[in-house]
Structures are given as C-alpha cells and as structure tokens.
C-alpha cells in the first residue's frame, strides 16, 4: 500500500474560528500502477488533501499512513523523506524556479535528499530528458525560457527526486492546447513505462476522461465519490456532484437525442471517432 | 474603429516581434487575436494601447494617430485588462482597487463613489467592495480588473489572455460579462487568447504565428484552416476536430455531419 487515510480530518485555523477543509476521509492508494484524477469545486478540499500524501500538513483527525510512516509522527520520527517518496507539483510550479541555470535548478531537489543526492546530476539529466528540455538549455537561465518551457523544468524539478507516487496539482493550468497534450502526454509515458501512481488534481473533465482511469470526487470537504471513470459517468448522482460530462460523452448524448445514434461511451477523441465512422443512425 | 498599417515592432533590434501587419478592427465587434507563445499577440495589444511604440507603420485609433502627443486622448479611447489577476490588483480592498484609475483623474469624491457602485453591479461585485483580494477567487479579481479598466468609460477593452489563470466557473464568468458588454453596451471588445473554443465565439477571428498575421476573418472561415493552425500550435476545440475529421473521413453522412454541426453551433 502506498497511501492510506482512516477517517482523516484536517481544518485551518482562522482568528476566531477554524474551518473543516477535509472530514472523515478514507482512502486507500496503490504505491503502484494507478492514475487518480482528483476533481471537485474550487474550495472542496482537493490541494488540502494531497498536501497530506507528502506531510505538508499533518492531519488534526485520524491517520495518514505513506509507506508505512504513519501520521502525525511520534515526536522523534524524521518525516522529511516523505517528500522524496511523494513528489508534488503544486500550482503554477514555474513561480517556484530560482536558480541560475535550468540545470542547477533542476538538480536542488535531488541535492536535498540522501537517497538522490550521490547521482543528483544524473537524475537531473534523465528528468529534464524524460520532459523534453534539451541539452543545449542546461547551462541558460530559466527565467529566459516560455512559461511552457519553464513548466516543464518545474516538473523536473520534481521528477529528479525519483518520487514513487507523483501527485499533481492543476499541472496544465494557463498552458496552451499543445502544451497542455505535451505534457499530459509526459505523465501518461511516466505511468506506462515506470508503472508509476499518478495522482492528478484537475479541473479539466476531457483531461480527467482521457488519462483517469480513477476518479475521487470531493464535495465541501468530503469524498462522494471514488471509483471507476467509467462507473462515475455513468453514475445516477453525477448530477450532485455538480461536475461537467467531458466533451465525448456530451457529442455522444446530443447525437442519441437528435439522430437516434446508440450512446456507447468514449472517452477520447480517437475512439469516438472510431465509433462514429462505424456507427448507424437513422 | 482601430487601423494597424504596416506596423513591425522589435524588441532588440533584431528580430522582429511583429512583422508588417496590417489589420482593421471595427467599432462595435468582438474580435480574437489568437496566437500561440511568443506569436506577438501580447506586444500587437501593448502597441494598440501604447505602452509600446511601433519601430514601422502606424496606429489610428477612431481617426486618431497614435503618438506620444496624442497618448492621453488615445487612452480615453481604449483600455487593458492583464492575465494574472493578482499582478493587477493594485487597492487594499475591491473598492479601492476599482477607484485607482478614477482617483489619477481628479474625479471629485462623490462621483467617484457613485461610479464604483455602478461598475461593482455591472460585474456583480457589488457585494464584495470591501473585501480583500486573498478574499476573493481569480474570476472575481479578474472581474474587479475589468470594473477598474470599465469605469474609465472608454469605449474599446483589450482583454490579454484575462482567462487563461482561471478555472472552468471564473471563465464562465468572464465569457458571460464580455458578451454583456459588447451586446448590451456597445463597448469594443478585443480578446488574446491562445484558446479555439473561447475565441469561437467572437465575431472576428486574427490569427498570428511568428509576429505575422497568417489568418483572419469569420471562426467558420478560420476553422476551416486546420492544418494552418495546427502549423501555429492551435488546436481546434474538440468538438470542430471532430466535425472536420468526420468531414473527412465519412463525407456521405450528411446527417450525422449536420447533427455534429448543430453541436457546435449550441456551444
């Protein structure tokens, strides 16, 4: 088991009063194989909850259980090796880039733990490979570069600790359409070929229909959903949940209503596509 | 009406971030400049509204030139609004923020008041005029900026990428409020924006790849030219990629094309 939480709870503490952000989760994560997508309404509880995978935040209720290390901690257990463990991209990750050159900054992560340190340049190397930034950019700065660009050495950045489980937080926000499939299509090769958990916070339902192959839903703090995509679309609350159907299933729903086209779900492009070019109607 | 001729701009001297572009943009319309990064959609908005000079060609604005000497009547005339919402509020609170502009113009007090009331409605802020910016979601500052650059009541806004850091429900927001003020008060709506289906719904469509304009005209016409805009890193919205792959593909079945059409079009 990768990630485990028993009846979690976490609120902030505000002047006068605290505030539930997270209540009563249970959850279990494979540390291997899985493609979570987190999806619910601004203030539901998404970053809150993935800040507990790395202990950033430690929970007020209940257990959170990463790779055996049980949290909150006893007082002498050092937790900080979580954070290599877990490797987390936040939101707008370029605005965290500080260091002179793209390679060093790649590289901070890695120097920073035991396990990573010894082959922190190489580890460098092969992340900023894996996302696409070239050789000939090492040495330029990474305030010099695109917002595209500077993404993806923020991913790196992360990539380069050797994370198990990688949880990512809006990652495609504010990139456009070729960046966004650019890199959408780097995570999905990291999951494929390392076989590696990747935990996705999205707001995008056609990213979520896409790669997903879980869906968490978070409503006010709470989780009122978890399971199969395809169980999901399918489910009769969806409309509770106040989440939007991703673009192929809404073309396959307008096409059963109008033309009589036998509504079979398709969750991306080309096998909508395929489907349509074979399928009857009136 | 805005006239670009021949305008080229460079930032050091030797490349070119524009290149010769010639364009008009009619009173009254709602019009996408659409661009992937680095196409010169963002330095062709700072030239419109002068905070750059263009190196070649020149600017009128409503008959106006655009020069330094004219720069004040200029910016009566037109107005931006930015993509990073945070970048942009400038007051301690939401009213404050929508009074910066207002306050530069010697406006007296009382009519300020009133216009900061006026605008707050206008983008259904008026409930939040004193709350402070950690208080508020990205579409509701993005919606304060925009009652900012509104309440200096020119008649055409630039819109820079003003969706592009917001969630699905912020973009709601903002898409709905342009169409407000461009249906209902007339104002001149310019939108950059590397987003296909958000630019679908303007009325004008200008495509720029390396600091030219390769494309331009209806979102029907402009959408036609898949494999152009695929060459500048645009990426039609799903649903036409679709329409236009079926087009291909099973050109016979007119049916299921008019059908896929309909769902377009109710976009």
Redesign the interface.
Known sequence: MGIQFKNVGYAYKGFKKSYDAIKNIDLSIEAQKEFIAIVG??GSGKSTLVQHMNALLLPNEGHVIVFGQQLPPKKSEKINYLRQKVGLVFQ?PEYQLFEETIIKDIMFGPKNFKETAGHALESAKKAATIVGIDESLYEQSPFRI???QMRRVAVAGILAMEPEILVLDEPT??L????R?DLMEIFKEIHEKENKTIILIT??M?LVSEYAKRIIVLSDGHIVFDGKKEALFAHPDFNSYHL?YP??L??LK??EE??G?PFEPKYD?SS??EY??EAK?? | MIKIEGVSFSYNRQDDALTDVTLEIKKGSWTSILG???SGKSTLSKLMVGLLSPSKGHITIDGLMLNENNLSQIRKKIGIVFQNPDNQFVGVTVKHDIAFGLENQCIPHDEIVKKIMQYAKLVNMEEFLDKEPHQL?GGQKQRVAIAGALAMEQDILILDEAT??L???GTLEIIELIKHLNKHLNKTIITIT???SFAAQSDHLIVLKDGKVILEGLPEEVFQEEELLKSS???LP??L??YN??KR??PDDK??LE??W??NS?M
């Open positions: 309404h601004t707008f695109s917002g595209g926000r504010g456009d359409p070729k960046g499939t707001h995008d056609d939007d673009t192929p809404k073309i307008h096409l109008t033309i086209l492009f909508l596509l349509l070019k109607h009136e | 992937h990064n680095g979601s592009s850091m969630d699905p429900e590397h987003d296909l890193h645009l990426e799903f649903e990629g679709l792959e079926i593909q099973k049916k299921l059908a896929l309909a769902y109710k």
